[in-house]
């Protein structure tokens, strides 16, 4: 990192962003294996490993000798020193177990700590205490209840895996008005159980649409797939409205063109959704994965009052990313619009390093905002409390405890 100004008041500075509370705004964390059970765990991240492949290490490691597997490790490892991953995981690997990774005998080393910290029951929640990681986000039920630490996970249901079913069911039938009229009132169903539970919102991924929110149709026998969608999404912000619902849209990532996951830069993805932005009360939260969309969605939220821009999402958690995001949310919108933080990890020791790579930008974005005299000291302080932690409570309606 580099601070300029007085190395004191740099140092200074840096402490008092890194003890600010965070929000882990969407994981993937499993409440009673929070903690990874190996290394290798920790080692095949996706993330860590699409950059380890780049670099030469094999699909299917699994499958070598141990020694065969950490040989192509460190090979790969040491080809990938430049990338945003490798960095990660080599400060999980210092921070947390105070190991450099360098060659057979620390991965060894390593081995043998993931095994010993698995079997700590105390291990998640001193580690998420290391970075202050207060509340996380999980969006299925069974993975909410946080074994071994304070607070159990807030749930914000997913229905993606529900709302492609309900357009194929309008699509298939030989009444399609009679069949979004059901479907209709099960969406009305759903989110007064979600309210009722005390649950604070739903998230949905959306596919690539060419319907625009803007245009109502009455939906019959002519009614395409996209019209549906975007009828249903009507549905569904009408009953987030009726219940005081939040309503996440995770935006950016397309499975259709080949046999994995793309970000794609729509130009005109939020652009479509304003007429939902504009008609419906509830509040909407836009969480990226590509990169060309982050100024779009800081756009509608300076917009639309009831709109907020969330963290930084697959392929746009990336150092880059991130500072130009930073740079869009500070001149445009109040920090209460915004959460910086989506670790997407599957293990806490991945919420620990992702989240200390976004402190650390952070600092240095902040830091050199103050030093060019765009912003004070309590403005910068106060920005990235909103940003790691305080909007977030609010959003979802957190209370401290």
């Known amino acids: 990192m580099i601070l300029q100004g007085s190395r004191e008041d740099a140092i200074h500075f840096f402490n008092r962003i890194m003890e600010q509370p965070v929000f882990d705004t969407h994981t993937h964390l499993v409440g009673d294996r929070l903690a990874a059970r190996d290394f290798w765990e920790i080692a095949h991240y ?51 177990y105070n190991i450099e990774m360098k060659d057979e005998a620390s991965v060894r080393e390593a081995i043998a700590a993931v095994k010993h910290s698995s079997d700590d029951e105390g291990w998640a929640q001193r580690v998420a205490d290391r970075m202050n990681i207060r509340r996380f986000v999980v969006n299925h039920p069974e993975h909410a209840a946080f074994q071994g630490m304070r607070e159990d996970a807030v749930l914000i249901p997913r229905i993606d895996g529900i709302l492609n079913p309900w357009v194929d069911r309008v699509m298939k039938s030989g009444d399609r008005a009679k069949a979004f009229s059901e479907v209709r009132d099960e969406i009305d169903r759903k989110l007064g159980e979600y309210k009722a539970a005390g649950r604070p919102g739903i998230m949905t991924t959306l596919p690539r649409y060419e ?49 994995t996951a793309v970000p794609v830069n729509d130009t005109e993805r939020i652009l ?130």
């Open 211 to 259: 319907a625009s929110a803007h245009i109502r149709r009455e939906i019959d026998v002519t009614s395409d797939r996209d019209q549906v969608l975007m009828e249903l999404l009507h549905a569904i912000c009408t009953a987030a409205e009726r219940n005081g619902l939040l309503v996440q849209f995770f935006l950016g990532v397309e499975r259709s063109w080949c046999g």
């Open 272 to 401: 479509k959704l304003a007429g939902l932005f504009e008609t419906y009360r509830c509040s909407f939260e836009l969480v990226l994965a590509s990169e060309l969309n982050n100024l779009d969605a800081v756009q509608a939220a300076w917009n639309f009052p009831n709109v907020h821009v969330g963290g930084m999402w697959w392929f746009n958690f990336r150092a880059s990313t991130y500072r130009d995001s930073m740079q869009y949310r500070l001149e445009a919108l109040p920090a209460s619009k915004s959460s910086v933080i989506v670790s997407d990890a599957r293990c806490m020791e991945w919420s620990y390093g992702k989240i200390l790579l976004v402190k650390k930008l952070a600092a240095e974005f902040l830091w050199e905002r103050m030093n060019a005299g765009w912003i004070d000291e309590d403005t910068a302080l106060h920005t990235a409390s909103e940003w790691f932690y305080a909007s977030a409570m609010r959003r979802y309606g957190v209370e401290e405890s």
């Open 46 to 96: 996706f993330w860590l490993n699409r950059e380890l492949q780049a670099g030469g290490y094999p699909a299917d490691a699994e499958k070598l000798s141990e020694a065969e597997r950490i040989a192509a490790f460190l090979e790969a490892y040491q080809s990938t020193r430049s990338t945003l991953m490798n960095g990660v995981f080599t400060s999980i690997m210092r921070e947390l």
